[in-house]
């Protein structure tokens, strides 16, 4: 396999770490068909060797309100989300999370659905939280059907890759609902990663003389090149954009 890289030096990305306080954790990693975890009852998941748990958690500016997340289940103190279903949709101490008999994972507040993973239909089996601290919705070969890896919220773990279909994001601001993005952006010809600032267009079209979609930084373009580019946080703590194909 012919790869080639370029690098950045950083030891973790994340564009911004929620931190909340409490710990309270079951020992299961999986849940099948028809099973639920009930943010009253303080229910989670736990990855096989309790690196990571995954359940309800405060916000960071409301302690009665929750999120769907993942975070570091070893750390001492206030819990480091890694991923969150839910940052900009809060949900009550009466949400419940439920892997229904169709196969589609769904985040419930009361008579409101707030998030959903979209997956009915497609043979799922079951979910697991990994030690990788991927989050996978399973078929019943194993199979991924869905992954948290394909759905990053803020934070780049070692060895997910952001792809070009992909980005991370900050929440959106209280105010007007902007949010900074990490991101790889297409060019006619070429490729770069970059960190930009987006808000609504309903905003930007009211009122463009105060609000854009700036680009704050660019790393190097990336331009005729085969196979896929992706951005990837190696186990070293090194970050950079690996591209190229094999040559076999």
């Given at each position: 396999?012919?790869?080639?890289?370029?690098?950045?030096?950083?030891y973790?990305?994340a564009?911004?770490?929620?931190?909340?306080?409490g710990?309270?954790?079951?020992?299961?990693?999986?849940?099948?068909?028809?099973?639920?975890?009930?943010?009253?009852?303080?229910?989670?998941?736990?990855?096989?060797?309790?690196?990571?748990?995954?359940?309800?958690?405060?916000t960071?500016?409301?302690?009665?309100?929750?999120?769907?997340?993942?975070?570091?289940?070893?750390?001492?103190?206030?819990?480091?989300?890694?991923?969150?279903?839910?940052?900009?949709?809060a949900?009550?101490?009466n949400?419940?999370?439920?892997?229904?008999?169709?196969?589609?994972?769904?985040?419930?507040?009361?008579?409101?659905?707030?998030?959903?993973?979209?997956?009915?239909?497609?043979?799922?089996?079951?979910?697991?939280?990994?030690?990788?601290?991927?989050?996978?919705?399973?078929?019943d070969?194993?199979?991924?059907?869905?992954?948290?890896?394909?759905?990053?919220?803020?934070?780049?773990?070692?060895?997910?890759?952001?792809?070009?279909?992909l980005?991370?994001?900050?929440?959106?601001?209280?105010?007007?609902?902007g949010?900074?993005?990490?991101?790889?952006?297409?060019?006619?010809?070429?490729?770069?990663?970059?960190?930009?600032?987006?808000?609504p267009?309903?905003?930007?079209?009211?009122?463009?003389?105060?609000?854009?979609?700036?680009?704050?930084?660019?790393?190097?373009?990336?331009?005729?090149?085969?196979?896929?580019v992706?951005?990837?946080?190696?186990?070293?703590?090194?970050?950079?954009?690996?591209?190229?194909e094999?040559?076999?």
């Open positions: 396999m012919a790869m080639a890289s370029t690098y950045f030096s950083t973790l990305v564009l911004f770490f929620l931190v909340v306080a710990f309270d954790a079951c020992s299961a990693s999986r849940i099948g068909l028809g099973s639920r975890l009930l943010a009253r009852e303080n229910q989670t998941l736990v990855s096989d060797n309790g690196t990571f748990a995954l359940g309800f958690t405060p960071s500016d409301d302690d009665h309100r929750l999120q769907l997340a993942i975070w570091f289940a070893e750390l001492p103190g206030d819990r480091t989300i890694v991923w969150s279903a839910n940052r900009n949709s949900v009550s101490n949400a419940i999370l439920e892997l229904d008999t169709t196969g589609n994972l769904v985040l419930t507040d009361g008579d409101a659905t707030t998030w959903t993973s979209n997956t009915s239909g497609t043979g799922v089996e079951g979910t697991t939280l990994q030690e990788s601290r991927n989050f996978v919705i399973y078929n070969v194993k199979g991924p059907v869905w992954q948290s890896f394909s759905h990053p919220s803020d934070t780049l773990l070692p060895n997910q890759p952001l792809s070009v279909s980005e991370l994001t900050t929440s959106k601001s209280p105010s007007h609902g949010y900074y993005a990490l991101k790889m952006l297409q060019q006619r010809t070429s490729l770069s990663l970059a960190l930009t600032y987006n808000v267009e309903t905003l930007y079209n009211s009122s463009p003389e105060s609000y854009y979609n700036y680009s704050y930084w660019n790393g190097p373009d990336i331009s005729n090149v085969t196979g896929d992706v951005a990837v946080l190696d186990e070293a703590g090194s970050f950079g954009i690996v591209y190229g094999s040559s076999d």
